[in-house]
């Protein structure tokens, strides 16, 4: 067994970083990744990451204590950069004394970075395109996680497979970690071995028995296959929407229907264009925690990534890790066999 086939070696950088035994971050869910996922994630060798979300400094404050009565082990904390409140969000985290803070939904100022590593709490930045992973660098950014089309909530355009090839060859001086459509730990190995430094999975965990998801919301995920998540549809390229990948269901259909018709309003001069692009944006509002928490899976969104296919049944958190580790680890013994058994040439 060679050193840097050993999963690990491959993920040594990565848990060191997060002061974990596997490189593998939960992803930052609103309404599901609260302090029993994140705690169980963290207990059972993961980094579990709370989802700060809309939640005010008082909210996030409780959060963070709570989720510190339940584990001991390293923890973050996902802050939204558009935030009215970020400054007071930020200062909480600096109060628990949080050791990693992650800025996720826009590009983060450098005073909010510099303000977090003030407290000498690690920065994890998402970076989208190689060009903002290199800003991000020069701004102070510890890690970066970039994350593909293929993953659940909001989206960009680009698959995790291009994101990899085009950022990981190039970004050496700080971790870099994977997402988007990973739920299984062959996937893991293989981003390891292309140079990540560890990887994030959100939809994986939605079904772990510690989430405080709904049973209908659950019982959403199992049955649901990898084609069943969709992004949402943008019926007017002069009323932009940010794409959400989740399960289609009565809520997808009557969005695209709000659109239209909030679109014909405005043509009909009954609605300026500030008034109906808020229509359109507010029709979302509440929906996620409809669906999470109070089971409307119909009418709420279910926000799911395309590895929802691979979520088969409800099950603790630690045997999913496990599970994913014991797979990563076979795909590396197979990868050694392989290697090992080639001959080797001579050079002449």
Not at 2 to 23: E, M
Request: glycine residues 10%; contains cysteine; proline residues 4%.
């Amino acid at each position: 067994m060679t050193a840097q086939s050993n999963l690990a070696a491959l993920s040594a950088r990565g848990t060191a970083f997060l002061g974990t035994r596997y490189a593998i971050l939960g992803g930052a869910m609103s309404w599901v990744s609260e302090h029993n996922l994140v705690s169980a994630i963290s207990n059972a060798g993961g980094f579990g990451v709370i989802a700060c979300g809309a939640m005010s400094p008082e909210l996030l404050d409780k959060e963070i204590a709570a989720t510190k009565a339940l584990t001991d082990k390293p923890f973050g904390v996902n802050l939204i950069t558009m935030h009215p409140q970020l400054d007071e969000l930020i200062a909480v985290c600096g109060k628990h004394n949080v050791g990693h803070v992650v800025l996720a939904g826009g590009l983060p100022k450098t005073a909010s970075i510099q303000a977090i590593k003030a407290f000498g709490a690690k920065v994890i930045c998402f970076a989208p395109a190689l060009v903002i992973a290199k800003k991000l660098v020069r701004a102070g950014a510890d890690a970066l996680v970039i994350e593909g089309m293929e993953a659940g909530g909001h989206i960009g355009p680009v698959s995790t497979s291009v994101l990899a090839q085009e950022i990981l060859p190039h970004i050496r001086d700080i971790p870099v970690f994977v997402a988007g459509g990973i739920g299984r730990g062959e996937a893991i190995a293989a981003y390891l071995q292309f140079g990540a430094s560890g990887v994030q999975l959100g939809t994986r965990f939605v079904c772990a028995t510690e989430s405080i998801a709904h049973e209908n919301f659950k019982k959403s995920f199992i049955r649901a296959g990898a084609r069943d998540a969709v992004p949402s549809v943008q019926v007017d390229p002069d009323f932009p929407v940010i794409p959400v990948r989740a399960l289609a269901n009565k809520a997808t259909n009557a969005f695209s229907r709000l659109q239209s018709e909030v679109i014909a309003e405005f043509r009909a001069g009954k609605l300026d264009k500030e008034e109906a692009q808020l229509k359109i944006e507010h029709f979302w509002a509440g929906a996620l925690r409809r669906a999470v928490i109070e089971g409307d899976v119909e009418n709420g969104s279910v926000m799911a990534g395309q590895s929802v296919g691979l979520v088969e049944k409800v099950e603790p958190v630690a045997d999913i890790l496990a599970a994913l580790v014991a797979e990563a680890e076979a795909h590396l013994a197979k990868w050694r066999r392989v290697t090992d058994s080639e001959p080797k040439g001579e050079i002449a």
